[in-house]
């Protein structure tokens, strides 16, 4: 790009009989400037594209939290699993307030 630029500066917006081209001169200015916008798109461009790359998680801390969401569901199954009880646990209690319930019953 340097040598774009010292070419550049080589040649002037004279006219061959030294008088300026305004005309010229804004058309260069012009691409100037679309060429520094287009220089910073991509210089920004580059520099999301590298925080998300810094972001980004490796293979194995990829496994380790796998591994960590796995355990941890399994935990949660194992307490809910304590929570309710047993169908054999259920129906013997139900017996048993059958059983009570009955004997109020007939105590009126």
Do not use: H
Request: glycine share 2%; hydrophobic share 35%; aromatic share 4%.
């Amino acid at each position: 790009m340097t040598n774009l630029y010292a070419r550049g500066s080589d040649l002037s917006a004279d006219a061959p009989d030294g008088q300026s081209n305004p005309d010229l001169e804004a058309r260069v200015d012009a691409l100037e400037n679309l060429l520094n916008q287009l220089r910073e798109e991509l210089q920004n461009a580059l520099r999301e594209m590298q925080e998300q790359l810094n972001m980004k998680l490796d293979y194995s801390q990829l496994q380790d939290l796998e591994k960590q969401l796995l355990d941890r569901l399994q935990e949660m199954v194992a307490d809910l699993a304590k929570k309710f009880a047993d169908r054999s646990e259920t129906k013997k209690a139900l017996k048993e307030l059958n059983r009570q319930i009955k004997n109020l019953y007939d105590m009126m």
